[in-house]
């Protein structure tokens, strides 16, 4: 006998506690991601492409499903973005400058952010994942170690060699904000 509860539009009892063990850890990620509009659509999109493929899904590890619904997400996201971009329409009028005495400071300020976001997407993937989540995000390495499957001495490991990496970011970044009065 063919199993037509999917059909019927009621989630099969192992996708249904998978979804509900998973998919708000997956959301907090896709949030720190892509924004929380955004990362709420990636996410549901993830799990409804997943419940799909459920039949298929079902046989592999936790942790290739959770990797799985990431990845599927965050393609969502690439989607969109190459979608908004190619559509996007251009002003028939230029913007004329004008003389701004905070563009350096903003300047400076736009080029910190941006060094710092080339040394984290230079790192392998599970550190990246790392750092959004615990520095971005605020989550804890146990969170960390849940979500990821990985343990916690590997999550504080990785966050050890990310301080480390991004030390001299930080002490230009409280140059910069003793400079500027932002402190």
């Known amino acids: 006998m063919i199993d037509t509860t999917h059909e019927l539009g009621v989630a099969p ?5 998978f979804y509900r063990r998973d998919a708000p850890g997956v959301q907090r990620f896709m949030c720190a991601f892509a ?9 549901a999109e993830s799990f409804a492409r997943m419940l799909e493929r459920w039949p298929q899904l079902r046989r592999l590890a936790d ?3 959770r990797a799985y619904a990431l990845t599927t997400a965050k ?6 973005a190459v979608l908004d971009a190619r559509f996007e329409l251009l002003d028939d009028q230029h913007d004329v400058g004008r003389a701004d005495s905070d563009l350096d400071r903003v300047t400076d300020s736009t080029g910190l952010v941006q060094a710092v976001r080339r040394v ?8 990246r994942q790392v750092a959004l989540l615990f520095f971005l995000h605020d989550d804890t390495t146990a969170d960390i170690a849940r979500l990821l499957d ?4 590997t999550v504080r490991s990785h ?7 991004l030390q001299p970011y930080v002490q230009r970044f409280q140059q910069f904000t003793e400079a500027n009065g932002d402190a």
């Open 120 to 127: 984290i997407d230079a790192q392998p993937t599970r550190r």
């Open 63 to 65: 942790a290739q499903r």
């Open 150 to 153: 990985m343990s916690e001495s």
């Open 13 to 17: 009892p192992d996708f249904a506690e």
């Open 35 to 43: 924004g929380r509009e955004l990362g709420v659509e990636a996410t």
């Open 75 to 80: 393609n969502y996201v690439r989607r969109v």
């Open 159 to 165: 966050v050890s060699a990310l301080r480390k990496l």
